[in-house]
């Protein structure tokens, strides 16, 4: 991702006819994320731009007549129930549709009457999975999370000699992604017993993990790699991603082949897709220190080095049951930043697509849990409490190491800066219910 | 997988009225397993039923007038360019479509000139991937390549403690499954060198892996997990599965979260879906040992451990360029069988399940990589050449110790018995190419 200019629909001046969204924390004029959603009076979904505490519909919007060539292809393509057409269409036709999006939002828009008519309230509307998943990656790009855990399990080597030489990843199930707001059944699973022996039981150990969502745009051309300078096309936005991660399962099933079962029972995304467009103000370089090796040449670009990271702040809030009953907020654990990955994501699509393989518009990446270095930090509870040594007491005085039944774990990020106009991801929401009913009559 | 009964549809002695299918070796009228095609005379791909050297059209089949009910249902489902529709019936509407097929393909079918004119010659005809792939899941069900393959890398315990507690699996990249033949481009990837860095290059230890390929169709129902006694209701079918596989950089970047880029470049199966009742006079008891642990309560069923394994010969056979140029055939370098996975394919499926995931029609399992106990039946040239130190050589001379640009693999699998029909999978081949142009300025 190299840094690219900023323009009118950056403009923190730029006021919107739609009052929800000045002065709106996370969905001002300036973000504009895209979405799938089903509106309140009909039970067709589409997709939409999320405008303040509105959406506006691409399919209504595509018919309006309002759009010129550019920006109507990828109004249409917006108009199905997810949004794989329009990912495919790449930058150029993203970026038309939000410059005339824009442009019709404005204050002083002469057709605020006509597009006003084509908003939805958020509230009432179901929002759905914003694509169809063709594959699934989850990398492990949160240096201080592989170090933090590495220290946990592999006490002589924290991080493997590999880690700051490629972007650690594995392959993830793609159907089990879904969208926030998610209820998780607790996972089933082989346990390892104070014998040495497995049991199979409702994991004990479950935990999320504070990720970056990343959503594949316009394909590459077949028949050559991705060059470094060249993968931020193939990008379509960003989310909030909850990795669950059933630790217990996780430790006994995972040599010599890595997380399976542990990981691909749920993995939750947030339902607006924040465009690149919108994250130009808050690039920023890599956090590497002077003893990381440069990057091979397929993972090195100097402008994505010095502008190719993103400068977004994260944070993780747990609420029991009990604590919403009794009317209390979800507690923040930990507050982060995508400063603290050690890949840009542009590193991650070139690497991803070096040995070959293609990418497709739907594909999704998860960043890997993003730790910071300080306590207070931690993306995970596994860290947050030390391995579950360590619980975190809440305002109702009940103890967690891991998820309990009933806790809802929410997920927020925001890119703000004095001068500019904020860019909110909203919230990746998930409650943990009771496990499946087994059908091998266990518990 | 339980031992179910044999009807009319295994009885040897029933003929075709299809010449070429009585006596074929694998495709005999007692096979009858599905695809997916393109005739010579249409360039519209349905489905179809592999029959000697010719396939029933099953769109063509669902508009005869020749069928009822049941079969009609799955002949209309198989009519789709994907199999998906069609796996998602299960087992009672692909089992009608089973009998009446062969009640029509029968030397005395009454019909048999009407069903005549709905075959198409297999040669001229293009076979395409028989459903598009959900995900896909590549275990390692292979323990003597598991116990082969952990001794080169981890001697002092070669099987992973897990091991005989669960089926070892891991998630693969389901937009790189292609189908036989396939053209695989040599992938690129970070190699590690002799001073401990890596290098961004083409790969020189590349690999097959002979495997099963499991097709899964019907869905469970939704919030249960999956007794391994009712699993095999979820599999549609089985095929050959090329895990092609570059272990220089699986050895780098594998650790600590699994095998990604080193075999996500490309996988490729048989085009026929060869049915779970073809094979019922095919099935055995798991191969164990007396110190293996009993499975679990949820992987454990009497009826499975009896009879749910698969007696499928397996073999892999390799042809250099200069082979093909000077007229040999491709050299056997490998015979195995599906009787040495440890685990039943309704174990692969109920552990799949057991964590509380949905699997969908359209899913596919690779077994992992089947090799016998015995030299000549290792499943991978890392076994076959002991990790590339024991060269095996072609007939032309050449040496291989992993496989070289112009090589091509080839798998074929094989159910036979005196007494009862055989039961053939076809082949599973594919052509190493040269490496992608690279777009980094490399070799």
Redo the contacts between chains.
Sequence with gaps: MTAEALDVTHDPSVRSFVASADGHPDFPLQNLPLGVFRPPTSGVARGGVRIGDEILDLAGLAVSGLLSATALEAAHAGSAPALNDLFALGAAHRGALRGEVHRLLRADAPERDTVAALLHPVAGSQLMLPARV??Y?DF?AGIHHARAV?AL??PHEPL???YR??P?????????VGVSPAFV?R????LRQPD?????APSQRLDYELELGVWIGASPVP??????A?AAEHISGFCLLNDWS?RD?QS???????????K???TTVSPWVVTPEALRPYRTPLERSPDD?EP???LRDPADLAAGGLDVELEVAVSSAAMRAAGHEPLVLSTSSTRHLFWTVAQLVA??A?????L?PG?LFGSGTISGPAPGSEGSLLERTRGGTAAVTLPTGEARTFLEDGDEVVLRARAARPGVAPVGFGECRGVVTG????????A
């Design positions: 063709g594959d990656t492990y590495g399990f592999r493997p000699p590999n030489w490629l650690i990843g594995y392959h993830g199930r793609a159907s089990s059944h996972p089933r699973g082989q040495g022996t497995p049991a199979y028949g050559q790699v991705v060059p470094v060249r059933a399962v006994w099933e995972s040599q010599p082949l890595g997380p399976f079962l542990a691909s029972f749920a090796p091979l040449d397929h690497h991803h070096s040995n070959g393989l293609q497709w594909d496990p499946l009913a087994s059908g091998a009559g266990g």
